[in-house]
């Protein structure tokens, strides 16, 4: 139990660590230097802390003061807290284990090459899956075989079903997406494809030369994610709620100028941190790999975090995010009472995996995909959290109430239905 316990935790558990693992292995496989080596582990490591910091500024800096501006206005409290799943760690870092392992025999025998290395993601799928097991009243060993079969089918068909569309978005081969953004960007890709023209690209836009500030995503984000504090702090006072109340500077020495002009920054802060993140980590992971890829499992191209495609077009992801929050909005007043729990729109998801589908969209339809696709991604992503209540509302449902209407929540559905068919 130590053992595993150091590897669940220690290895798994830590993305840096993990990748930082992986690419070690990559470069010695190849023979590289011993210097290479060093500075090929280092860099990984560095590249995702980098990365990962960068995200924790957007969402915890940035955009987190949206997110609790809509759940003072709409409470997420369906009536019961989430379980403590740390009771079920030691069955969570089996299935990490036993599905990565499946991960890695499959791409080695098939045609199927893609290895799941979204170090966090590794955890989190697990932790969903139990969680559905767990609600349907699933234990032992069916609990955790369920699990594992679902675990191991997800690392192995969603980045795979991801590997085309993220070509279309890079124009090369090299890696793919390991993230639960999958369903609703093949959804936003393929329907691209059928409305758009890739030609007419949202990083195309042409700007007039006064405006010409706008094409530093960093910047137009900024102005993004201020206007739509203006607004929400309309909304908020028309709905009877003190904006400062709501965000914790009422009584401070600054007021709602400096709030919003904070917030604002922030996000340009932690888009510019984690593009950075992004460049350092593809340029050292992928090469890495290739000792992997040519001597342990032929052909194999790593699934990384979605953000490792956010640089090849920025303004799909803030056309994305704006069109996402917009259409998940009106989508909940429209579905009110019609779901089991109250749901707010889920910015993260928002920003992340719908994010993502307009990045796709975009790179099968231009401006037309991507708007399109991020509108009904933002549809599906409250109906996918809606349904999803049924299956985790003993267990982890305020958590998929900020985190879910993706992947989690879809694979998590049908997964609860088996695992109520078997219990």
């Not at 932690?270 to 340029?283: H, K, P």
Request: net charge neutral; proline share 4%; charged share 10%.
């Amino acid at each position: 139990m130590a053992v595993l316990n150091f590897i669940i935790n220690e290895i798994f558990g830590q993305g840096a660590i993990f990748l930082a693992l992986i690419a070690m292995i990559g470069l010695l496989l190849q023979k590289k230097s011993f210097s290479e080596i060093v500075r090929g582990t280092m860099m990984t490591a560095i590249g995702f802390f980098v990365l990962t910091n960068g995200t924790a500024i957007i969402t915890g800096n940035s955009i987190d003061g949206l997110a609790t501006a809509f759940n003072t206005m709409m409470p997420t409290a369906s009536g019961a807290p989430d379980i403590d799943m740390s009771a079920y760690g030691t069955q969570i870092g089996i299935v990490m284990i036993i599905a990565f392992a499946a991960n890695l025999i499959f791409a080695r025998f098939t045609k199927w090459k893609a290895v799941f290395l979204t170090g966090h993601m590794l955890y989190w799928f697990p932790y969903v899956f139990i969680a559905a097991g767990v609600d349907a009243g699933l234990t032992g060993f069916k609990l955790v075989a369920l699990a594992t079969v679902f675990t191991a089918s997800y690392m192995i068909v969603s980045p795979n079903l991801m590997r085309p569309f993220v070509k279309a978005v890079t124009g090369d081969d090299s890696f793919t997406i390991g993230h639960p953004t999958t369903i609703l960007s093949v959804i936003s890709g393929s329907l691209g494809k059928v409305i758009g023209d890739k030609e007419k690209s949202t990083e195309h836009i042409n700007f007039p030369k006064s405006l010409g500030f706008l094409r530093e995503v960093s910047i137009t984000g900024s102005i993004v994610i201020c206007l739509t504090y203006i607004v929400m702090g309309i909304i908020l006072s028309a709905n009877g709620f003190a904006p400062g109340e709501v965000w914790g500077y009422a009584g401070g020495k600054t007021g709602v100028f400096t709030y919003i002009f904070t917030k604002s920054i922030y996000f340009g802060v932690g888009v510019t941190v984690m593009l950075l993140g992004v460049r350092m980590l593809i340029s050292e992971i992928v090469p890495a790999f290739k000792g992997i890829a040519e001597k342990v499992v032929p052909g194999a191209i790593p699934a990384l975090d979605c953000p490792v495609v956010f640089n090849f077009a920025p303004n799909a992801l803030i056309i994305g995010f704006i069109v996402a929050m917009i259409t998940s909005t009106i989508t909940i007043i429209l579905t009110a009472g019609m779901f089991p729990t109250v749901i707010i729109p889920l910015t993260f998801t928002c920003f992340f995996e719908i994010g993502t589908a307009s990045i796709v969209g975009n790179a099968t339809g231009g401006v037309r995909g991507s708007i399109v696709g991020a509108a009904l991604s933002g549809i599906i992503m409250v109906f996918l959290v809606g349904f999803g209540a049924y299956f985790f509302s003993n267990t982890i449902n305020n958590w998929m109430l900020v985190y879910g209407g993706q992947d989690f929540s879809l694979w998590g559905i049908i997964e609860g239905t088996i695992a109520r068919l078997i219990a």
